[in-house]
């Protein structure tokens, strides 16, 4: 069965800072990748998605990058760190088709302070 | 650009209730919907996928309907229980970006 692994669970950091944050999919090959944030009191956001290894589509400008070096493996990073940056991140995978259903990861509270 | 609305933002219920949670988007052209489930701090668990050829999908207590005409699906919840409390987004994938657009969600408390 497939499963969809994130890490770290929580993160408090400074502004300025750097972040790498993990998320890694065992049990299917191919998988479409997602990141998105979830702020305070609001919806879903989108961050980023990738089809395949190297393919990168960022849909907000902003302070993070995301990079997909092996096929099952997705990370999501900042050079520094911005108040801003705070929320819940959900790492999310689904079958290459767009039929699929999403499954996400557990999360990653992150507080920048 | 497709937006996904859900009302209300946030219900309360007594226990044995039951209750229809609702979910609008603006663009007819999807792929499908899906309906999950947030508990606080968690992850979001999916609930039911409708394809856009369904009209609906049964699972258990939980009955979703799609109407892609109209640009509406409900999620009708059947015997509320305490452990129902959560929150139920609902997200479409754009036939014509293959991205997943989320609701802002409805926030469910039952009470025993």
Redesign the interface.
Known sequence: SQTIH?WPATLVQPVGSPLSLECTVEGTSNPNL?W?RQAAG???Q?LF?SVGIGQISS?VPQNLSASRPQDRQFILSSKKLLLSDSG?Y?C?W?VRT??G???????T?LSVL | KQEVTQIPAALSVPEGENLVLNCSFTDSAIYNLQWFRQDPGKGLTSLLLIQSSQREQTSGRLNASLDKSSGRSTLYIAASQPGDSATYLCAVISSNTGKLIFGQGTTLQVKP
């Open positions: 994130q997602y998105y609001r919806g879903l989108l998605y849909e819940f959900l999310a689904s767009h039929r259903k999403l499954f996400f990861g557990s999360g509270q």
